[in-house]
């Protein structure tokens, strides 16, 4: 069970991460709020955070293509 709850809080998306580290705010608050948020809304904020992911992998596909060198060859 350990593992699991790992695997959800620190390598899943890394979405309330980036939040935290942009806003300055604890991460445990950030998916704190967010699980509270959630039930709440019957788990409307989970498209929020789909989208949030996809656009932070989008980000990164696009930024390691601008490093690779044989990209501009």
Do not use: D
Request: with cysteine; proline share 3%.
């Amino acid at each position: 069970m350990n593992r699991l709850r790992y695997f959800i809080e620190w390598k899943l998306f890394g979405v309330c991460r980036a939040i935290g580290e942009k806003m300055g705010i604890s991460v445990t608050r950030i998916r704190t709020w967010f699980v509270y948020i959630s039930f709440l809304t019957m788990g409307s904020p989970l498209i929020v955070y789909f989208v949030l992911a996809f656009w932070m992998n989008m980000k990164r596909y696009i930024s390691s293509v601008r490093r690779n060198p044989l990209w501009y060859q």
